[in-house]
C-alpha cells in the first residue's frame, strides 16, 4: 500500500527557474486553488506554481461560468492563497473586463500585486491584446496569458469547444503564442486544444507552456485542485483525472455525524468539558435556591 509523502519543504520558485524549465526540461507543476485551505495543501504537496483561477466564481460561489468574478473578489480570494501558500509561487488570473485597456489592465494587475500579494498576473488573449501584454510587462508586472479556450470569450466560440482541430484555427493560435512571447510574456498556457497542435507549437517557443487538456507534449501542466481531488461535483471535464474523491468522504463523514447526533452519542465526555464536582454541586445548590426565590 502507498503511504502519502511527508510535507514538502520547499523554496518559493522564482520567474526564472519557471521561464528556464523549458531549458532544463523539467514539468512545472501549477494548481488552481480557490482559498486558504487548498493553497496550503499545494504548499504542503509541493506544486510550483499555486493559480488564484476565476474558476472560483464557480468553485466558491456557485456561478456558471467564470465571467461573474470581479476584481473585488480576485483580490480577497488571492489575498488569502498567498497567507496559506507563502512559500508558493502564486499567479493571479485577471478576471473578465478587467484588462480591456492598458489603462484598466495597469491599475487592475497592480491590485493583484499589492493587495492580493502575487507573484506574477495572467490575462486571456493572444495577438488582439499584444499591446496590452507588452505595457504590463514595460511596466515591470510579470505577466503570461492564456489562449486556445479562453473562458472569458466563450460565448463567441458558441459555448466551451475545443481550439485548433483545423489548420486554420491552429496558425491562429500558434500566432498568438508568438505574440506573447514577442510582449515580454513569462509563459503561457493553452487550455481545450489538440495535444499535437500544443506540442508543435510549444516546441516552436522559447518560453514555457502550460497545458490544462493540451496534452503531455507542453512543458508543464494545469488542474484544479476541487476538479482533481473530486470537491467539486457538478461535472467533470474531459482532461481532469480524478485523484481522490473527497465529496464522497465528506458526504459519508456527515452521514455518520448527523445519524450521532440524531441517535445521542455524540458528544461524548471525550469531547465535551468537564467541571470540578464540588463547584457543580455548589452551582446545583445555588441552582435550587433560585427556584424557591
Excluded at 472569458?152 to 486554420?168: K, L, N, P, S
Excluded at 514555457?208 to 481531488?229: F, K, R
Aim: hydrophobic content about 40%; overall charge neutral; charged content about 20%.
Amino acid at each position: 500500500m502507498n503511504q502519502p509523502a511527508a510535507t514538502v519543504d520547499k523554496k518559493k520558485r522564482n520567474i526564472g527557474e519557471i521561464y528556464d524549465s523549458k531549458k532544463t526540461g523539467e514539468k512545472m507543476v501549477y494548481m488552481s486553488v480557490p482559498d486558504y485551505t487548498s493553497a496550503k495543501w499545494a504548499e504542503a504537496a509541493g506544486v510550483d506554481v499555486a493559480v488564484a483561477g476565476d474558476s472560483l466564481a464557480m468553485i466558491a460561489h456557485g456561478h456558471p461560468n467564470t465571467i461573474p468574478a470581479t476584481m473585488d473578489m480576485m483580490v480577497m480570494h488571492t489575498a488569502a492563497i498567498r497567507r496559506g501558500a507563502p512559500n508558493t509561487f502564486v499567479l493571479g488570473c485577471m478576471p473578465y473586463q478587467s484588462y480591456h485597456t492598458v489603462e484598466i489592465a495597469l491599475k487592475n494587475a497592480t491590485r493583484f500585486m499589492q493587495e492580493g500579494g502575487s507573484d506574477a498576473v495572467k490575462p486571456q488573449g493572444g495577438k488582439s491584446q499584444a499591446h496590452i501584454l507588452k505595457a504590463m510587462v514595460s511596466s515591470g508586472i510579470p505577466t503570461a496569458s492564456h489562449i486556445g479556450l479562453t473562458p472569458h470569450t466563450v460565448a463567441m466560440f458558441g459555448g466551451f469547444r475545443i481550439q485548433g482541430r483545423t489548420a486554420d484555427t491552429a496558425m491562429k493560435i500558434l500566432e498568438d503564442a508568438f505574440a506573447i512571447q514577442d510582449a515580454g510574456c513569462f509563459m503561457l498556457e493553452f487550455e481545450a486544444v489538440p495535444a499535437k497542435i500544443a506540442a508543435v507549437i510549444s516546441k516552436q517557443l522559447d518560453i514555457p507552456t502550460i497545458g490544462i487538456g493540451a496534452g503531455v507534449g507542453t512543458d508543464g501542466q494545469i488542474l484544479l485542485c476541487h476538479d482533481l481531488l473530486g470537491v467539486f461535483s457538478d461535472f467533470k471535464p474531459k482532461f481532469t483525472k480524478r485523484y481522490a474523491n473527497l465529496t464522497e468522504v465528506a458526504v459519508k463523514g456527515i452521514q455518520e455525524y448527523i445519524a450521532d447526533v440524531k441517535g445521542g452519542t455524540f458528544p461524548d465526555d471525550d469531547h465535551s468539558y468537564s467541571v470540578d464536582d464540588k463547584e457543580y454541586e455548589k452551582f446545583m445548590t445555588m441552582v435550587e435556591k433560585r427556584k424557591h426565590i
